[in-house]
């Protein structure tokens, strides 16, 4: 019995191993039938759209290599055109993301990035819930402008310099520290003498970590003891046993330390409080959440921006609703609500309601350990040196590419397009493929100067005193090529759903749901939608749903935009789990949260978004894209449809 068992068992786990090949063997062999029994253009185009959203779903392929699947099955089963889908994998999106990582690359090559995110935090000082609030600003803002894990990838690093420093300095000065530590209920039968010894053996061991040791080593020590107490499968040592395996780092003495639970239950136990620990855990959860929450504001912002915009004029062309200006003044109001909203929410579960203590400007509330931090953020911002001529190239390329588009169409004046006499030639891909293009060939040394300017660049660009701005590795280390491919196949399956006719079908399916207001549907497609990214990517599910929502608001006779805009957004909120989205997964490795943290705090963000965002659609959104009517636009392509 036990052989068979065992045998079972083996099998059982050598299928795990291989689920994802057996995903992508199952399924299109058992979804096969459609096609054969029902041999139409909407089967056939049924069963491509039915493979390729299980494998981004299930992620038992790449996601640029499921993307990929519609350009040989569709020609395979006589939908489209091998050349029609390949055409559908670069359009004017593609270029205008190239564009933007263009200059994203320059403001990463020369710092210009940090500069920004050091002077907003020290405008906001060091309380903790300034200092959260400064780093939520400057994700916002980067992450407008650059990829939302690109954003948290560079921001993440300077707040946890600032984290390690705040927790460093409470360990050396705990006893001049106005803060202490908060003590759960069930310890409270703890003895007092047993609580003293356990808090002086604790200082012991981290006062000559921190005294005797740099950053580096303490949070190696940190990491290794963390590891060991909490990893799966690892039971956890005692503080002899830690001592004797750190090969001398600490000193080599014996202490007994009380079987206490604190010591025992306590994750946190390298913090110097349990408030230090909810410091860590509130700024580290803020940077992911405003990353988000900037992407929101611009097309550029992420991609899921870009899928909707494109696929929109695509299935809309005469719709000349959406471009850059009127989606900023449609998000930025969002962006506010949610930063501020968001900052509450945090600022409560983590840190409590005392707003007076944990948000005072006036230096005179300021404690030893906050003005050390202060301290380590300006030494921060003093080791970047004065602003070089890179950075102010940089800064003046971001601010005409912005003013650009803006006045490019702004809609109540006329924009610089109409200076040419030909319409509808320029989009926002030109301007910023034009001055990404002029990035490759300024040099990044000040015209008759010889005295090097560059900082950060490398040894030929030392040598050579023309060589540009950026190079082309340094655009091809940012490119998201993935991301490219991604895109590309949502719009060769949202070309195929409109060819075949599946979308015209989807639509009267849903026929029943007529009887429904406006507002009613929207809030069920965003709630569907934010509850299905959770577990699935951000595009692949956008890609998946904006077609069957074309079809519902087509078929239903309401605004399309009603029900896309809020959907685009809502799908950026999966922000509950590290799997929801790349930021959450880059903050999580940080080790200051977990995930029950990330589950408690990103519920309260996801229902602030899905109501702000529902707030806009029905209030400023109305005026600023005539919700309430059916456009003639829409009404065209629903006809054509039904024919």
């Known amino acids: 019995m036990r052989l068979e068992a065992a045998a079972r068992m083996d099998l059982f786990r050598k299928l795990w ?3 994802k090949l057996i995903l992508v063997v199952f399924i299109p062999l058992s979804l096969l039938p459609l096609p054969l029994i029902h041999p139409t253009s909407e089967a056939c185009c049924a069963y491509v759209l039915m493979v390729t959203a299980v494998y981004w779903v299930s992620e038992a392929v790449p996601l640029g290599a499921a993307a990929l699947v519609p350009a040989f099955l569709y020609p395979l089963f006589g939908v489209l055109k091998s050349s029609e889908v390949a055409a559908e994998y670069c359009k004017d999106t593609t270029l205008l993301l190239m564009g933007v990582i263009c200059l994203a690359a320059s403001i990463e090559k020369w710092n210009l990035h940090k500069r920004i995110a050091l002077r907003m935090v020290m405008i906001a000082g060091a309380k903790p819930g300034m200092l959260v609030l400064g780093f939520m600003c400057c994700t916002v803002f980067l992450s407008m ?9 560079m921001v993440m690093p300077i707040a946890e310099a600032v984290l390690q420093q705040l927790i460093c300095t409470g360990l050396a000065d705990s006893h001049d520290d106005s803060e202490t530590a908060e003590v759960p209920e069930e310890d409270s039968a703890v003895s007092d003498k047993e609580e003293n010894l356990d808090k002086n053996q604790l200082e012991l061991l981290y006062r ?3 005294n005797d040791y740099n950053k580096q080593e303490l949070s190696t020590l940190s990491d290794t003891k963390t590891a060991q107490v909490n990893g799966s499968g690892l039971k956890p040592i005692s503080n002899q046993e830690f001592i004797k395996n750190t090969n001398g780092h600490l000193p080599q003495v014996e202490i007994e330390i009380p079987n206490v639970k604190r010591v025992k239950m306590r994750r946190d136990s390298q913090y110097p409080t349990k408030r230090d620990h909810m410091i860590c855990k509130c700024l580290s959860l803020s940077i992911t959440y405003a990353a988000t929450i900037g992407g929101l504001i611009t097309i550029t912002g992420t991609s899921t921006n870009l899928i909707f915009a494109e696929q929109f004029n695509t299935r809309y062309p005469d719709a000349k609703v959406i471009n850059f200006g009127t989606w900023f003044i449609f998000s930025f109001p969002i962006a506010i609500i949610m930063l501020v909203l968001t900052w509450l929410w945090l600022h409560f579960l983590f840190l409590g309601c005392n707003f007076r203590e944990t948000c005072s400007l006036s230096k005179k509330r300021k404690t030893r350990r906050e003005m050390l931090s202060e301290r380590r953020i300006h030494e921060e911002y003093a080791k970047l040196g004065p602003i070089s001529y890179p950075e102010v190239v940089t800064g003046v390329f971001f601010i005409l590419m912005t003013l650009l588009w803006f006045t490019r169409e702004p809609g109540f004046v006329p924009g610089w397009t109409s200076l040419f006499e030909k319409k509808g030639y320029r989009t926002d891909a030109t301007v910023s493929v034009l001055l990404g293009f002029l990035l490759f060939l300024i040099p990044a040394r000040r015209p008759f100067s010889s005295s090097s300017c560059c900082k950060n660049s490398d ?7 023309l060589a540009p701005m950026i190079t082309w590795k ?4 940012l490119m998201p090529w993935e991301i490219v491919i991604l895109v590309g196949g949502g719009y060769a399956l949202a070309a195929g759903c409109k060819v075949s006719g599946l979308s015209v079908w989807i639509g009267r399916q849903l026929e029943p749901m007529s009887g429904l207001p406006p507002w009613a549907v929207t809030l069920l497609a965003c709630l569907l939608v934010s509850a299905v990214t959770e577990f699935a990517s951000n595009p692949a599910t956008l890609t998946v749903f904006l077609p069957i929502l074309s079809a519902l608001s087509e078929t239903l006779y309401i605004n399309p935009l009603h029900t896309l805009i809020p959907s685009t957004m809502c799908v ?3 922000v509950m789990l590290p799997v929801g989205n790349p930021p959450n997964a880059i903050v999580f490795s940080y080790g200051h949260v977990q995930i029950r ?3 408690k705090a990103g519920f309260g963000v996801n229902l602030i978004g899905v109501a702000v965002v529902m707030l806009a659609i029905t209030t400023w959104g109305v005026p600023l894209f005539n919700l309430t009517e059916f456009p003639a636009w829409a009404l ?5 449809g039904s024919l």
């Open 145 to 153: 402008w650059l990829s939302n894990t690109s954003t948290t990838a």
């Open 474 to 477: 340094d655009f091809q280390r």
């Open 597 to 599: 943290d990330m589950v």
């Open 208 to 210: 000559n970590s921190c």
């Open 459 to 465: 040894d030929d660009s030392e040598s050579d005193p």
């Open 636 to 640: 065209a392509k629903n006809v054509t």
């Open 17 to 19: 191993r291989a689920r």
């Open 572 to 574: 950026s909120f999966g």
